[in-house]
C-alpha cells in the first residue's frame, strides 16, 4: 500500500483544543497536527495521522492537588499514547457502489465497537448506517502498539481518528463533485450518500467514489464535525449485527467453513494446573475409537482430532496418559489465602487521638468464563499458518505463534473474529497457539475446541487477592485511608508490559515498579477526598492461569472500598448517600450519584430482611453510580431485586449501547458478589461448569432495572468495565444492611454444592 | 454407521452418524447447521437450545437416533423467510444481544415458554436457565413480555 501526503492542519474543531497565550495546554488531546494521507486503491482511501505530537496526554493535564497517579494517566491513556505513532493506518475506504468501509483493529466481543465505530462514520460522512461496513482487521504488524483491546479504551482511542479520515473522505467526495460540476464544495450538501449541488444535480458516493481518489485533485481542509453537529452519534441506536445474532446467521470461529477438512479437536489436558505428558499410554486404543482421525501429543495434552466434536469428545475421555506434575500442585484456597494475607503489609499504625475503621476482605478466583470457549481454526503447513480466533491482541498472538512454528511473521495470518464474550480473557491467544502446534504435529487443519470444563478449569481466571483497609478519622473527617492489596500474579504477557515500556517516560509513576503494579497504579484511584490516601498492591507468585478480568484490580479494589465508605459513614454516624456526596472530588461525580438518590427513592423503607445499598467508581474518565436494592430474608439466597444506575462517560456514542454495558457490569457484580468464584484444590479449580461456578442466571437478576446516561463532553470515555465496581460495593453494602453482617469474603455464598467433575 | 432421516427447518435431511451422536454434533458438524452452540455439552448452559417437535431441547445431550423421523428446528428455521418470528422481532427491538453467542438458543428457549403460556409471568421467566455471560437478561425479559404483547 502506498500513501502520499494530502494535506496538513491542525484541529481546529474541537473546543478548548487552543492554547491560551503563555497558558497552560488544556487537557484534550487535540493540540495536534494532522497529516491525512490517500492510500493507493481503487476506490477513494483515506487515512489520518498525527505529527508532531509532542503533547501527550501525560503533559496536558490540569492537576488536582496531590492526584492518584490514575487520575493524570490512566491505563486508557497509556494505550492511546502507545497507539498514537499508527493511529494514521486506520482507512475509511468509500467503494463504487458507495458502501462506507474501514477494517477496526480491535476485536468486537459484545461491547458494540462496531456499531460505534460504523455510527462515526455514518455521521460524519452523512451517510445511512446501513451503507456502512465495519469489519475486524486481521493482525497488522505495522500497527505495532495500536491493535489491542482493552482497558476500555476502542472508542477512547478511535475516536478521533475514525472521525478525521472520514471527514477528509467526505471533503474529498464533494471536491469531486465541485469539480465536475464547476462549483464550489460550499454550495453542495449531502444526504444519505447522494451529493446535492445547484441546478438540481446530483450524485451518489458511489459515482464520485473514482473521482474522489484521484491524486490531483485539490482538497480544501477538513475536520470532523463539532459535538452539535453531530446526528448519528449520542443517539440511542441498536447494533448492527443483531439480525444476524437472532437468526443464527453470525459466524463465530467454529461456524466457519474456511479450511475444507479442517478436523473437529479436543484436548485431554493434564489433572493439574501446568502439568506436562509424560506418556500417552492407550495411542493404538483412541485411533481405533470411532470417528477418531488423528492423536497428537503437545505441550499443554493429548490431542484427538476426529470426524466430530462429539467423538473427539469421547476419545479424549478415554485418554489414558502418565502425566508430569504442573506449577501449583500443592496449593489450595487456604494455602493460597495465608500466602496472600503474608504479602499483605501491615496498615500504619493509627496517631493517638484518631478512631480508626479496619477491615480486611478475600476475593476467589473468578473464571472469564465467555459462553463461547476457547476455540481457533489453524492451517499449518510447511511454510505458511494461517488462524482464525476471537484475539484481541492479534499482532502479539502472530508473533508467538510464528516463533514457536519457527515461521517468519509475514509467513503467519492471523484473522480476528467476532468472538463470544472475553470479559479479558481473548487477550490471550493460548488457543490459537494450541490449534497451531496440533496442526504442525498433524499435518492437517484443525478446528480447535475447549471443553467447558477445561475453560473453567485450565482457562484463565481473575486472580485471588487479599484486601487490608485502615481509614482513620476524627471529630467527622478522613484523615488517611490506606489499602494494601495481595494478589496472585496477574499475566499480562498479551503485550501490554511491552506497551507499557514504550511509553515508560510518561508514566506518572517512579521507582521499580512490576508491570502489574504499574498498571494497578494507572487503574485504581479514590473517587473520594479521604485526607492521606495509600493504595499499594503486592503480587505473589503462584504460576496459574490468570488475566485480567472486566475492570482488572478495580471490582475487587474499589468493591472493598466502597464498603468501608460505608462504614465509614456509620462510624460518622453519616448517611451512606450524604457522606459520599461530600468526598465525592468532582461535581459531575455527585451528580450521578444524586440522579440515583433520587431516581432509586434512596432511603425509602424497605422490610426486614431486605435493603438498599450504594456503590460509585470512576475509571477512564467516566463515573458512575449504583444503587440497588436486595432480598436477603434468607442470607444465603439473596436476590438483588431492583437496580438503578447512573452513568456519565463524556461523550456517550452510542446511549444504547452504553446502557447493555452497564448492564453487564451489574449482572457480572451480582455473580461475583453473591456466588460465582472458583474453589481451588490441589492445584486444579474444582468447578468444571456453569451448574458449579454460579454465574448470574435469569433468576438472580433483577426485575426493575433503570439506566440514566448523563452525556457531558466532547469526547467518549472508557465503559466497557465502568460498571463493574460501583455495582459490586452497592450490592455488597445491601446485603450488609439487609442481613446486619459484614461482608468479608467474596463470593458471599460460596459452598462446595456440587460433586466436582473427575480430573 | 447408520443413516437417520428426520425433518430440519422444514426439509427432510438424513444423516450418517452412530446412534448416540449428540444431536448437536449431528447439525453442526455433519450437517453445517451451526446456529446451536455449544457452551457446555452437559444441559447446563442452554446454548444450544432448538425444538423437537416444538418443544425445547437441548441438542447436546440430545442422541441422533432418537431424532428419527421427528421434526427439528433450530434457530434458523424460526423465521418466516424473510419474515421474522415475533420474538426474534421484540429481540431486536429491545437490542438484546450483546455477544450473542446464547441468543440462538435464548431466543429458542422463549419461544418454547411463549407457547406454554401466552403471558409469562416473572416467576416463570425466571425458570429460563439458559446462561447469558454478557448480562443481557433485563431485556431478555423486557423482550419476552413484548412478544407476548404482541403475539
Ligand atoms: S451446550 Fe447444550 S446445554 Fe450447554
Ligand atoms: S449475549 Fe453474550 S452470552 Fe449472551
Redesign the interface.
Known amino acids: 500500500m502506498t500513501s502520499l501526503p494530502d494535506q496538513a492542519h491542525p484541529d481546529r474543531t474541537l473546543p478548548g483544543s487552543t492554547r491560551p497565550p503563555g497558558g497552560e495546554p488544556t487537557p484534550t488531546h487535540s493540540r495536534r497536527r494532522f497529516l491525512t494521507y490517500l492510500v493507493a486503491a481503487p476506490t477513494l482511501a483515506v487515512a489520518a495521522q498525527v505529527v508532531a505530537d509532542v503533547a501527550g496526554p501525560a503533559t496536558a493535564r490540569a492537576l488536582p492537588s496531590l492526584p492518584a497517579p490514575a487520575e493524570v494517566l490512566d491505563l486508557g491513556d497509556v494505550l492511546i499514547l502507545a497507539g498514537k505513532p499508527t493511529e494514521d493506518l486506520i482507512v475509511v475506504s468509500v467503494d463504487q457502489r458507495g458502501r462506507v468501509g474501514l477494517a477496526l483493529p480491535r476485536a468486537e466481543v459484545g461491547q458494540g465497537i462496531t456499531t460505534a465505530v460504523a455510527m462515526l462514520l455514518a455521521d460524519e460522512l452523512d451517510v445511512p448506517l446501513s451503507s456502512v461496513d465495519v469489519t475486524l482487521a486481521d493482525a497488522r504488524p505495522e500497527l505495532v502498539f495500536n491493535q489491542l483491546t482493552g482497558g476500555s479504551n476502542t472508542m477512547r482511542s478511535v475516536y478521533g481518528p475514525v472521525r478525521r479520515a472520514a471527514a477528509v473522505a467526505r471533503a474529498r467526495l464533494l471536491a469531486a463533485a465541485a469539480l465536475r460540476w464547476g462549483t464550489t464544495p460550499g454550495a453542495l450538501t449531502v444526504t444519505d450518500g447522494v451529493v446535492s449541488g445547484p441546478g438540481g444535480r446530483s450524485a451518489t458516493y458511489g459515482e464520485l467514489s473514482a473521482a474522489a481518489a484521484d491524486r490531483t485533485l485539490t482538497v480544501a481542509l477538513a475536520a470532523p464535525k463539532p459535538t452539535a453537529q453531530q446526528r448519528v452519534v449520542g443517539t440511542p441506536t441498536n447494533r448492527v449485527d443483531a439480525r444476524a445474532m437472532v437468526t443464527g446467521q453470525q459466524r463465530y470461529t467454529l461456524d466457519l467453513d474456511v479450511v475444507p477438512g479442517a478436523l473437529p479437536t479436543m484436548l485431554r489436558r493434564p489433572p493439574t494446573i501446568n502439568g506436562t505428558v509424560r506418556s500417552l499410554d492407550n495411542e493404538a486404543q483412541l485411533r481405533a475409537m470411532p470417528g477418531v482421525v488423528d492423536v497428537a501429543v503437545v505441550r499443554t495434552g493429548v490431542a484427538v482430532l476426529a470426524e466430530t466434536f462429539g467423538q473427539a469428545r469421547d476419545a479424549v475421555a478415554a485418554v489414558q496418559a502418565t502425566w508430569g506434575p504442573g506449577t501449583v500442585d500443592g496449593e489450595d484456597d487456604a494455602s493460597i489465602r495465608r500466602t496472600l494475607r503474608a504479602a499483605t503489609p501491615p496498615p500504619l499504625a493509627p496517631g493517638l487521638l484518631v478512631q480508626t475503621v479496619d477491615a480486611e476482605f478475600d476475593f476467589a478466583f473468578v473464571s472469564h468464563a465467555p459462553l463461547e470457549p476457547n476455540c481457533a481454526v489453524a492451517h499449518v503447513t510447511a511454510d505458511r499458518a494461517e488462524i482464525w480466533s476471537p484475539l484481541k491482541s492479534p499482532i502479539v498472538a502472530q508473533e508467538t505463534i510464528a516463533a514457536e512454528l519457527g515461521l517468519p511473521v509475514s509467513r503467519v495470518t492471523v484473522h480476528v473474529v467476532q468472538g463470544g464474550g472475553s470479559f479479558g480473557r481473548r487477550l490471550f491467544s493460548d488457543a490459537a497457539l494450541e490449534a497451531a502446534r496440533v496442526s504442525k504435529a498433524t499435518g492437517r487443519p484443525v478446528k480447535l475446541l475447549w471443553s467447558r470444563i477445561d475453560d473453567m478449569r485450565h482457562g484463565r481466571a481473575r486472580a485471588a487477592s487479599h484486601h487490608r483497609i485502615r481509614a482513620t478519622h476524627a471529630a467527622g473527617d478522613v484523615l488517611t485511608f490506606e489499602h494494601r492489596v495481595a494478589s496472585v500474579e496477574t499475566d499480562f504477557g498479551h503485550g501490554l508490559g511491552e506497551i507499557l515500556t514504550s511509553v515508560a517516560a510518561s508514566l506518572p509513576v517512579a521507582g521499580n515498579l512490576s508491570f502489574a503494579q504499574t498498571v494497578f497504579l494507572t487503574t485504581v484511584h479514590s473517587p473520594y477526598h479521604l485526607g492521606v490516601t495509600t493504595q499499594t498492591l503486592s503480587e505473589v507468585p503462584l504460576q496459574m492461569h490468570t488475566g485480567s478480568w472486566r475492570s482488572v484490580y478495580s471490582a475487587n479494589t474499589r468493591g472493598a472500598e466502597e464498603v468501608v465508605v460505608d462504614e465509614l459513614a456509620a462510624a460518622t454516624r453519616r448517611d451512606p448517600a450524604e457522606f459520599r456526596r461530600r468526598l465525592l472530588k468532582e461535581d459531575r461525580f455527585r451528580a450521578v450519584l444524586d440522579r440515583v438518590v433520587q431516581e432509586g427513592q434512596w432511603g425509602r423503607r424497605m422490610p426486614r430482611g431486605t435493603a438498599q445499598g450504594l456503590g460509585f467508581h470512576a475509571e477512564y474518565k467516566g463515573c458512575t453510580a449504583c444503587l440497588v436494592e436486595i432480598d436477603a430474608r434468607d442470607p444465603q439466597d439473596p436476590r438483588v431485586t431492583r437496580a438503578t444506575i447512573a452513568v456519565d462517560v463524556g461523550r456517550a456514542v452510542n446511549p444504547r449501547g452504553l446502557e447493555a454495558q452497564m448492564l453487564g457490569g451489574l449482572t457480572d457484580a451480582i455473580g461475583t458478589t453473591l456466588r460465582a468464584g472458583l474453589h481451588v484444590v490441589d492445584g486444579l479449580p474444582l468447578e468444571g461448569s456453569y451448574s458449579q461456578f454460579h454465574y448470574t442466571r435469569q433468576a438472580d437478576s433483577p426485575t426493575d432495572v433503570r439506566v440514566f446516561v448523563v452525556d457531558s463532553g466532547e469526547e467518549p470515555g472508557g465503559a466497557g468495565e465502568l460498571g463493574v465496581p460501583a455495582a459490586v460495593g452497592a450490592i455488597a453494602n445491601a446485603y450488609a444492611r439487609a442481613t446486619g453482617t459484614r461482608p468479608r469474603s467474596f463470593p458471599i455464598v460460596f459452598p462446595v454444592d456440587f460433586e466436582p467433575f473427575p480430573r | 454407521m447408520p443413516n437417520y432421516t428426520f425433518q430440519l427447518n422444514g426439509e427432510t435431511v438424513t444423516v450418517d ?2 446412534a448416540d ?2 444431536l ?3 447439525l ?3 450437517l ?1 447447521v ?9 444441559d ?2 442452554k ?1 444450544c437450545t432448538s425444538h423437537l417437535d416444538g418443544e425445547a431441547i437441548r441438542p447436546c445431550v440430545t442422541p441422533t437416533a432418537e431424532v428419527a423421523g421427528r421434526e427439528v428446528t ?3 428455521g ?2 418466516d423467510g424473510d419474515r ?1 418470528h415475533p420474538v ?1 422481532e421484540a ?3 429491545q ?10 438458543g435464548q ?1 429458542m428457549a422463549a419461544v418454547a415458554l411463549l407457547r406454554r403460556t401466552s403471558d409469562p409471568t ?1 416467576a416463570e ?17 423486557e423482550a419476552i413480555k413484548a412478544a407476548a404483547a404482541r403475539m
Not at chain 2, 437490542?95 to 440462538?104: E, K, L, N, R
Not at chain 2, 425458570?127 to 437478561?137: A, D, K, M, P, S
Open positions: 452418524a452412530p451422536l449428540p448437536l454434533w449431528a453442526r458438524d455433519k453445517g451451526t446456529g446451536p452452540k455449544y457452551g457446555c455439552g452437559i447446563v448452559c446454548a433450530t434457530i434458523e424460526l423465521a421474522l426474534q429481540w431486536l427491538e437490542d438484546v444481544a450483546q455477544c450473542g453467542y446464547c441468543q440462538p431466543i416473572d421467566i425466571d425458570e429460563i436457565q439458559n446462561v447469558c455471560r454478557c448480562g443481557t437478561y433485563v431485556r431478555i425479559r
